[in-house]
């Protein structure tokens, strides 16, 4: 791909992402993000045959931009599972505020957006895989509660971990940030763990 066609591909992403979050869910049309990039629409659709591929490759060029693997490298690189979990959750917890706007609006889009919704499930998809990481993890070291099956506890993680409990936490009863991801880390080892360290 040329230098030219790269510009216009990140110029593209960058349009999405911009409009995604401008638009708190009344959906984004291909012709506005060809707008905002300043080309035409036939110029868009040369890069993304289709919405669902621009509004999924906007979601993982967010992703890149705001270097999410580097965010993860504590989780991956941790020498326990109690390690890899609190790393993790610390991760995604203080990146949803940065792709809040984003999320925000492919949630309210999804039911009646195809596109919109295979942005989000594939985005979703990879954070699943992160908790099913780390509660295996937690599996390995013997350390999960022996109540809970692996996708049982990767199912509480989900739902503990969610964009909308994040909203009701700091968005609706507004707490700080730090003790948002303080109590998730609390109650996602009282949850998961066995014995005396879920204590």
């Known amino acids: 791909m040329s230098s030219e066609a790269v510009e216009t591909r990140i110029r593209i992403l960058n349009a999405a992402w911009t409009l995604l979050e401008a638009s708190h869910g009344s959906g984004v049309k291909m012709s506005d993000i060809a707008r905002a990039a300043g080309i035409s629409r036939q110029a868009v659709y040369l890069h993304f045959p289709n919405r669902a591929e621009l509004l999924i490759a906007a979601t993982r060029h967010i992703d890149e931009v705001k270097k999410v693997g580097a965010r993860l490298a504590a989780s991956r690189e941790a020498s326990t599972?109690?390690?890899?979990?609190?790393?993790?959750?610390?991760?995604?917890?203080?990146?949803?505020?940065?792709?809040?706007?984003?999320?925000?609006?492919?949630?309210?889009?999804?039911?009646?957006?195809?596109?919109?919704?295979?942005?989000?499930?594939?985005?979703?998809?990879?954070?699943?895989?992160?908790?099913?990481?780390?509660?295996?993890?937690?599996?390995?070291?013997?350390?999960?509660?022996?109540?809970?099956?692996?996708?049982?506890?990767?199912?509480?993680?989900?739902?503990?971990?969610?964009?909308?409990?994040?909203e009701k936490f700091t968005r609706d009863c507004g707490w700080p940030q730090a003790r948002y991801v303080a109590l998730m880390q609390e109650l996602a080892s009282k949850m998961l763990l066995a014995g005396p360290a879920s204590q």
């Open 81 to 166: 599972g109690i390690e890899r979990l609190e790393a993790f959750i610390e991760a995604w917890g203080n990146y949803i505020p940065e792709v809040y706007g984003v999320v925000r609006a492919l949630l309210a889009m999804r039911d009646s957006d195809a596109a919109a919704r295979a942005a989000l499930d594939d985005r979703m998809r990879g954070l699943r895989e992160g908790f099913e990481a780390a509660v295996k993890a937690l599996a390995r070291d013997g350390v999960l509660s022996p109540a809970l099956s692996v996708p049982e506890a990767v199912d509480i993680l989900w739902s503990l971990l969610s964009v909308e409990t994040w």
